[in-house]
Every structure is written in C-alpha cells, then in structure tokens.
C-alpha cells in the first residue's frame, strides 16, 4: 500500500536561481548606464567619430617614406632601447624573481622583493618615462630605464610565480645529499623553469620594442617622439609611414622570439 509520501509530487529545481548574482549583474547594468551619461559617451558621438576616424585615415594614405633616412635613425634607437632595457631587466629579474619565491625563502626575505616587484608594476611605463625624463634629461637613457623597471615588474613576478609551481623532489633530494644553496638553484630550479623563463624574456622583449616607441612620446628617446612630432604637424602621410615601420618591427620581432622558442624546445 503507498504511502501518503509517495504518492506526493515534490517539484524538484535543478539549478536555483541565484538572486545575489542577479542583484550584482543589475547593479553594474544600471552603474554602467549611469557612468555612460556622465562621460557624454552617446551614439551620436560614435557615428560622428567614424567620419572623423575615415577622413583621418584619408589623409594618412598614401604613406610617406621619402624621409626615410630619418625613420631608420629613430628604429635603430627604439631597437638598442629594447635590447638593452631587455637584456638588463632579464638579468635583474633573475635574482629578484628566486628570492621572492615563498618556497625557496623565508617570508622575511621574500616580503621585500615581492613589494619591491608591486612597486614596479604599479605604475604605467609612461609614467616612469616622465619621472626618468625629470631625474636624468630626455633621450635614451631615460628610456631604457623606464624599461628596465617594467622588464622587472612583469618578468620578476612570473618567474617568482613559476618557481613556486615547481616539483619539490629534486631540491629535497639535493638537500638531503648535502649540495649546497647554488648547486640547488642550478640543477633543480633552472632546468624545471628554463624553458618558461625563456618564454617570458621573448615576450617582454617584444613588449619593451612596443613601449619603447610610447615612452619616446615624452622625450625618452626612440620613434616614438618622431611620431608625436609628425602628429602635432598634421603630417599624416609620414604618420603612416612610421606607423607602418612600427607594425613591421613587431612582427620581426614576433617572428625570431617564435624561432628562438622552436631552438629552446
């Protein structure tokens, strides 16, 4: 005989709604609108901006490389920029990275080199660019300081990050044989994270070839004040002509980090 219970239907939802995360989604929805009207952001102005952006590109084609010697200059600049900002943020980023990795060091030393990481990446390059523009005078110098600094911040924090997703065995069993701190690092730290730090080098290597050309807008040598230059002048067709120079660059530069990363392998 069935019992009163059986005989029940229970209404059974699968997936209960989660009216936190709706309230959440309606806020933002409703600040996004709100921050949309203060900032006159309107559909109007985009349609407008579209003709402005087609008749700016107009006078951008055809592009002018008659000054050519003058683009050359300022690329081999950004190049030496980026390779040397590069090779020393690598190498400083070595240390800083190892000490700051929470299983090889105690907290007392690996606190200070992971704020030391934060503080360089806590501002945009441009802003150190200026501050490196103030201290030691437009050019170069102030550039590949700029990038240096960055180089730490993006490539100190991954190489920290990687290390500490390593496999603790081969550094136990050197430990247990008595090698010392050096030996360590060498044989069981390197060789678990050789071919990721290889990675990150390539890759801010290219990062440092695209900031290169932004931070040279305040003065901090390379294309990019070229570029600022032929803005304020309303050269456009030597505009695209430095602008088609930069896209190439970057694709080169893409194309050997990509060969570099096959060698590695």
């Known amino acids: 005989m069935a019992t009163k219970a059986d005989t029940q239907t229970v209404e059974r939802v699968p997936f209960k709604p989660n009216w936190w995360a709706r309230a959440g989604w309606t806020l933002a929805i409703v600040y996004a609108a709100y921050a949309a009207d203060i900032l006159d952001v309107s559909y109007s102005r985009f349609v407008q901006g579209l003709g402005n952006g087609a008749e700016f590109i107009g006078d951008m084609i055809p592009a002018n490389f008659s000054r050519w010697e003058l683009l ?3 690329l081999l600049e950004t190049i030496e920029i980026a390779v040397i900002a590069s090779a020393f943020g690598v190498l400083f980023s070595l240390p800083v990275g190892l000490l700051a990795a929470r299983n090889l060091m105690p907290a007392w030393v690996t606190w200070p080199f992971r704020t030391f990481i934060a503080l360089c990446r806590s501002f945009h390059p441009v802003i150190f660019a200026i501050l490196f523009v103030k201290a030691v005078g437009f050019g170069p110098l102030a550039g590949i300081l700029t990038l240096i600094f960055a180089s730490i911040g993006f490539i100190g924090k991954l190489f920290a990050e990687a290390i500490e997703e390593i496999s603790l065995k081969p550094l136990e069993a050197l430990r247990a044989a008595g090698a010392p701190f050096i030996s360590v690092i060498t044989y069981a730290v390197l060789p678990q994270v050789l071919n990721r730090f290889i990675g990150f080098a390539s890759y801010q290597l290219d990062a440092n070839l695209r ?9 901090a040598g390379g294309i990019g004040g070229t570029l600022f230059a032929a803005f304020q002048r309303f050269d456009y067709d030597f505009l695209a002509a430095i602008l088609i120079s930069i896209i190439t660059l970057v694709m080169v530069s893409e194309f050997i980090s990509v060969r570099i990363k096959k060698v590695f392998r």
């Open 211 to 219: 900031n290169s050309t932004m931070v040279g807008i305040v003065g």
């Open 72 to 74: 050359l200059e300022n």
